[in-house]
């Protein structure tokens, strides 16, 4: 304080009154001045409806024309998930949101969606009620006793001029009242309406034949205790007559996700250098591409220092290195020591969340039980964490962001004085004042559109860190992140852009006065008193209001920009215009975007506690609140229907999060009005700011009502077990399928059975790039073999040409251990069910498949975890042609919500009924018909690849078509021969059995494999007219050619 004391001084001294410096100084206390603000409001109204307006007619001209890039769920998704069809009308697209509700909504887009739109509504409603009730009482009352001479200042409290003694801000007081009673009852309504989607979220088929819904997961498990035996041990403790579970303890997997990393970090990169050097292939580079060893690499120091490689070369062999690497380790990891986390598996959900309930404040044995969360949706690297680390990570984290928060007050402040109004600039730049003074009329419009959104743009990098902050601190699951990263980044926003923000000019002002008159002997504790804080602090807010109407009008852009895809459709032109973007990526900017619920969120909790806080003084800001949740319902609505996927469904968890952040605007919002009735109101009695005083308690109270009526039904299925003999056949699980359900796979570490990735190389290069590789082409002499492009075998012996798979008497003429991709398949949906492709777009959710798991129908064999699949040293099981996924038509079905007993108050949460009618094994192993398993035929395809060499297995023709006759055989169609009538079909759709075409029991015609007039297993007896496929050198399709 006292270096302040004698700095402040002599910046003022030593400055002229003319320079610039002092002016600087001056602006810092008062840096916000209303000759612009009143004409930039009506600015900023005009242009964010008119350019909303324009942008959403652009929309609907172009969406009809255009469905890959504004509906591409209508592309990928399932039958289940698709969402409704548009018509090829202008505003086709209204009627399909206007007629989709919410429980629609659930099952076509996950309850996390659902949600979103339920918020956005609410907020809708509510601010449309403020704003009819606020505008009628406050702007009339202010106006009539405002001194002001500006309109935008005369409806707020800043001048009003009242008399002391006069209890003349009753009216500030009722309106309090009036919208915390509104905020409460608006929260307790949409929290019931949360719990009935909860509801039906546990009683959904996808939830009811999952296996994390019945999985407990289990931490910070004490050594003695970390096997599948400790495990059972520790659930007994807490709940010791249960029924048995199949519990799988965590196994140290060590490197294997760092060499899976460089594995894939090297694919990419050898598929950037392929996809420039063969850019054009008749014209290559005289040079060929060079790189640097990578620093990981083990023969790093064999290399030459700072010498480059060739960079083909050498990145081709540092995959199948890595992949040899990988598979040997792979193979070691039973041998390893277990980690202090692992799973427990039940046959009833309503038992595992009884037990998880129970054990919601224990630890039993040190070891923490929750409910597992979906397997996708795991932190993998951060589940071996102790809790003694998690908690010094989480405060050194927390440090950090502290840190940011206070460093990010500095430039804060200068987009305070400068950007929220030009002429403070001017003054401190005298050339841009005058040209400010000559064009006023330019920067008005400027500082009305211009300045919002830049401070908008500044804060877009804010997601990113505060997402690796939190993965640094220990977050668990992906979901929990993400309420994290909401929260972080709502605390940041409220501190730095709305409290900073709005009382820096005050806080400077008071500091330097402070600063001034101690300086000339004035004692500091009588020059405190006379400097009336609290009149500047309300005289700060009432002179930024403007500005708050201005940036939340201009945010309405943010979800025209998103229906319009601007950003996705503009990189997407850099990327294939001015770069040289690999078949993966173009694929990649294809794929539906996921939607960035934290970002999202944190905006719309932003705005509205900027619109709740600033109600008071500024009413206008109200009805700005209002239109813009409202035009944001429809067309957020339309984007998560048709663009956007969620990326890790959470189930609605982020409710919570949502609604302790509006009570605490609430909250912010009550210390405004404590500020005004404290001076504006009675000086002497202050009898209207004591009648706040019970407001914060109301909040209190009502936070603790709803989490004890509410939290525990939403976050678990069932409290009590019901006692039942049938209870192990409630949910229709049997022997088989417990034996399926490979708990140790589906929640192992996706290390152990992650595909490895392929190069990918335009078809295009097919013809040049034997040539461009240096190496052996040949398979090698042995299978099992290391060395991939060994010579064959003996001199005597000849070696044919490779075929191609599906193709014979064509030879091979691609390059063994790369992926083909045609121009036709340059597009995400023949990739979706890949989990390379499908884990950052989905999850794989929404295309019928389940994500982050190795199913049991994704085409792969059933081999022990150790054995690489993919890659460049192992045959790929599935290729874009070969979609691994059953029809929807073929799930098993279940009773629904009839099934379920409702909740009962004497005996908690009653599980669903013994069993469901109808319903087969959840898990697609009970029967072939129904099932979400594949046929015998498909399933153990993989072990045929075993006498051809495990490195370069692969030929790259298979990767283009997916037709090898064995190792890559498609899936049984069950589509039936043209004018055949099978069971449950004709022509490829699903329609009511009839007596005369059920065949024996299951369906199938007689014969072998189900033979018979109708084909084998239902193979079609006639070419499929694909319109992809095209013949240019005869000028038609291939199925032209009988």
């Known amino acids: 304080m006292e270096a302040l004391v004698r700095v402040i001084p002599e910046l003022v001294a030593r400055q002229a009154p003319d320079d610039s410096a002092q002016e600087f100084l001056k602006l810092l206390r008062n840096p916000f001045n209303t000759l612009l603000q009143t004409k930039s409001l009506v600015y900023s109204l005009g242009t964010s409806i008119g350019i909303t307006a324009g942008i959403a007619l652009t929309f609907s001209l172009l969406r009809p024309y255009n469905g890959v890039v504004y509906a591409p769920k209508l592309k990928h998704a399932d039958e289940a998930h698709a969402p409704p069809p548009l018509g090829k009308g202008i505003f086709a697209w209204v009627v399909p949101l206007w007629k989709t509700d919410e429980k629609d909504l659930i099952r076509l887009v996950g309850l996390d969606a659902a949600l979103f739109i339920r918020f956005t509504r609410m907020l809708r409603n509510l601010f449309f009620i403020l704003a009819v009730v606020g505008c009628a009482v406050l702007i009339p009352i202010n106006m009539s006793k405002s001194t002001d001479q500006d309109w935008i200042m005369k409806i707020t409290p800043r001048a009003t001029g009242f008399g002391a003694g006069a209890f003349n801000q009753w009216h500030t007081v009722g309106f309090a009242y009036f919208y915390t009673l509104t905020v409460c009852g608006f929260l307790w309504w949409n929290y019931k309406k949360v719990l009935d989607l909860r509801r039906i979220y546990f009683l959904s088929d996808e939830y009811q034949n999952s296996l994390h819904a019945r999985t407990l997961m289990m931490y910070d498990i004490p050594k003695d205790k970390a096997s599948d035996e400790g495990i059972a041990r520790v659930i007994d403790s807490i709940a010791p007559n249960s029924s048995f579970s199949r519990t799988a303890v965590a196994r140290n997997v060590k490197v294997l996700p760092e060499l899976i990393a460089q594995h894939e970090k090297t694919v990419r990169k050898l598929e950037e250098v392929l996809a420039k050097y063969l850019k054009d292939p008749k014209n290559l580079p005289p040079k060929r591409p060079q790189c640097k060893p990578s620093k990981k690499d083990r023969s790093f120091n064999t290399y030459p220092k700072g010498q480059k490689v060739d960079a083909i070369d050498y990145l081709t062999q540092r995959i199948k290195d890595l992949e040899v690497e990988i598979k040997e380790v792979r193979a070691s990891v039973d041998k390893r020591n277990s980690m202090t986390y692992g799973f427990a598996s039940y046959s009833d959900i309503s038992e595992t969340h009884a037990i998880a309930f129970a054990a919601r404040n224990k630890h039993p044995m040190g070891t923490t039980i929750k409910l ?201 032109f850099i990327r294939r215009k001015f770069f040289n973007p690999t078949p993966r990526e173009l694929i990649e900017l294809t794929a539906p975007p996921p939607f960035d619920y934290a970002s999202y969120y944190n905006f719309f909790l932003f705005y509205t506690t900027v619109a709740i806080s600033f109600a008071p003084i500024q009413p206008l800001i109200i009805p700005a609140a209002a239109l813009y949740f409202a035009l944001d319902v429809a067309l957020r609505k339309y984007i998560l229907m048709y663009i956007f996927v969620t990326k890790t469904e959470s189930g609605g968890m982020f409710w919570r999060v949502l609604f302790n952040r509006v009570l605490f605007a609430t909250f912010l919002s009550h210390t405004v009005v404590f500020l005004i009735t404290w001076v504006r109101g009675d000086v002497f009695k202050r009898y209207d700011s004591m009648a706040l005083g019970p407001l914060p308690v109301i909040l209190i109270i009502f936070k603790i009502y709803c989490r004890n009526a509410f939290d525990t039904k939403i976050h678990y299925y069932s409290t009590r077990v019901i006692a039942s003999p049938d209870n192990e056949n409630g949910m229709a699980v049997g022997k088989e399928s417990h034996r399926n359900d490979r708990l140790a796979a589906r929640f192992g570490h996706p290390a152990l059975y992650k595909p490895l990735v392929t190069p990918m190389v335009h078809a295009k290069a097919q013809n040049i790039l034997a040539s461009v590789y240096q190496g052996r082409l040949s398979d090698g002499r042995e299978a099992m073999s290391g060395d991939t492009m060994s010579v064959s075998g003996y001199s005597d012996t000849y070696r044919l040409d490779a075929m191609q798979a599906g193709k014979p008497g064509r030879s091979m003429a691609a390059m063994p251990g790369f992926e083909l991709v045609p121009e036709s398949k340059l597009d995400f949906e023949f990739y979706k069910n890949r989990d390379e492709f499908a884990e950052d777009h989905g999850g794989g959710e929404i295309y019928n498949t389940r994500p982050g798991t190795p199913s049991l129908h994704s085409g792969g064999p059933d081999s022990r975890p150790s054995t690489p699949v993919g890659g460049m040293t192992g045959r790929r099981q599935f290729s874009a042609a070969q979609p691994m996924r059953p029809e929807p038509t073929s799930r098993s079905t279940s009773a629904g919500p009839a099934a379920y007993a409702p909740y009962n108050p004497q005996s908690g949460y009653n599980s669903p009924g013994p069993q469901y009618p109808g319903q087969q094994s959840p898990y697609g192993m009970s029967s072939p018909q129904g099932s979400y398993g594949q046929p015998p035929q498909q399933a153990a395809h993989g072990d045929t690849s075993r006498t051809r060499s495990p490195l370069y297995g692969m030929g790259t023709a298979a990767n283009d078509s997916g037709s090898n006759l064995v190792g890559h055989a498609a899936g049984m169609p069950l589509s039936p021969p043209s004018g055949a009538a099978v069971r449950g079909y004709a022509g490829g759709h699903q329609t009511p059995s009839t007596p005369g075409s059920e065949l024996g029991g299951g369906g199938h015609a007689p014969g072998m494999l189900g033979g018979g007039p109708q084909g084998y297993g239902n193979l079609p007896q006639e070419d499929t007219q694909d319109p992809m496929t095209y013949d240019y050198f005869r000028g038609g399709n291939s199925s032209r050619r009988r």
């Open 372 to 572: 597992a969360p979906r397997p996708n949706d795991i932190i993998w690297d951060n589940m071996p964490l102790t809790k003694a680390t998690r908690k010094r990570r989480r405060f050194i984290i927390s440090l950090w962001i502290l840190l940011l928060t206070i460093l990010w007050i500095g430039p804060n402040a200068c987009i305070a004085m400068f950007l929220v109004n030009l002429s403070n600039l001017g003054q401190v730049w005298p050339a841009f004042g005058q040209n400010l003074r000559a064009n006023q009329e330019f920067w008005q419009l400027v500082q009305g559109v211009a300045n919002p959104a830049i401070t908008s743009l500044i804060y877009m990098a804010l997601p990113v860190i505060f997402r690796r902050l939190s993965m640094r601190a220990g977050d668990q699951t992906k979901t929990g992140r993400e309420r994290h990263v909401t929260a972080k980044l709502y605390s940041f926003f409220v501190f730095n852009n709305l409290i900073v923000f709005c009382l820096f000019s005050a806080l400077w002002g008071f500091v330097s006065n402070v600063v001034e008159q101690t300086s000339k002997g004035r004692d500091a504790f009588r020059v405190i008193i006379q400097e009336e804080v609290a009149m500047s602090f309300m005289t700060s807010l009432c002179t930024i209001s403007p500005f708050w109407i201005t940036y939340i009008l201009n945010r309405q852009l943010g979800a025209a920009i998103d229906l319009a895809q601007f950003w996705p459709l503009l990189w997407s």
